[in-house]
């Protein structure tokens, strides 16, 4: 018998060459092909009737040494273990898994059956999109000198990485200046996304039940999130002032 006749490894496999080997030298020595005291090739040996690199065999070795599937030792040739047949004799067999089920999911994620705004990666990709930039206007260079000097200036016993009080307070005083927010710094919190931000606000503020009035047309992830939230939501129309408060008052 030889070895590398009862192997087929697939290089386009995602599980990788060496997880391959491995599972299939598993089995032949679980299913008594490669049975007790069975001298296998060295891994040099192995590798080249494999056509794969030393190390790749070399690993699948050790794992299954490390199982107790093998006994390897320094300057000689894996062996299977010699007690290998007792050892799968004497295993108990495993207990039947129970039917799978369903995770309960909770009210916020059963309220999210009824949104019906599609996902970014499910809408279709069309001009002035909202939160979807041109790619060709950012500054990739500029971006990237940042993150390097950032990522060198960084102390990494430093906790907090996202909010930390210096860019707080500097985006405190960009929204005063240009915005005319009047905040402390501790009142900002930074959010990887506005979706975020909003599936936060509606958290934190929504009682199921309330009312909440949107701009119509407006943003429909806030719609989406303040639905998730268990709100009322009422699409609220505009006109050159912005929502229509009476509109609201009447619906």
Request: charged share 25%; hydrophobic share 40%.
């Amino acid at each position: 018998m030889i070895l590398t006749e009862l192997i087929a490894l697939e290089r386009t496999d995602d599980a990788g060459l060496v997880a391959q080997l491995t599972h299939q030298l598993r089995d032949l020595i679980s299913g008594g092909r490669l049975r007790s005291g069975t001298v296998l090739p060295s891994s040099r040996q192995l590798a080249a009737g494999l056509a794969v690199s030393r190390n790749t065999v070399t690993h699948a070795f050790e794992q299954l040494a490390a199982e107790g599937y093998l006994h390897v030792a320094p300057r000689r040739r894996p062996v299977v273990t010699d007690d290998i047949e007792e050892r799968f004799a004497r295993a108990e067999p495993m207990p039947k898994r129970e039917a799978s089920r369903k995770p309960l999911l909770s009210p916020w994620a059963l309220q999210l059956k009824d949104v019906d705004w599609p996902l970014s990666y499910q809408a279709d990709f069309r001009p002035l999109r909202p939160g979807l930039a041109d790619a060709r206007e950012f500054p990739h260079e500029i971006w990237a000198r940042c993150l390097r000097r950032s990522a060198l200036r960084r102390r990494f016993n430093d906790q907090t990485l996202i909010n930390r009080q210096g860019l707080r307070e500097a985006l405190r005083d960009y929204l005063e200046v240009n915005r005319g927010v009047r905040a402390e710094a501790d009142q900002i919190l930074i959010l990887p996304t506005a979706q975020a931000a909003l599936t936060l606000v509606a958290a934190t503020t929504i009682v199921p039940g309330d009312t909440v009035w949107t701009e119509d047309p407006g943003y429909p992830g806030a719609a989406a999130a303040f639905r998730a939230a268990g709100a009322d939501v009422r699409g609220i129309r505009l006109d050159r002032w912005g929502m229509t408060r009476a509109r609201g008052c009447r619906s």
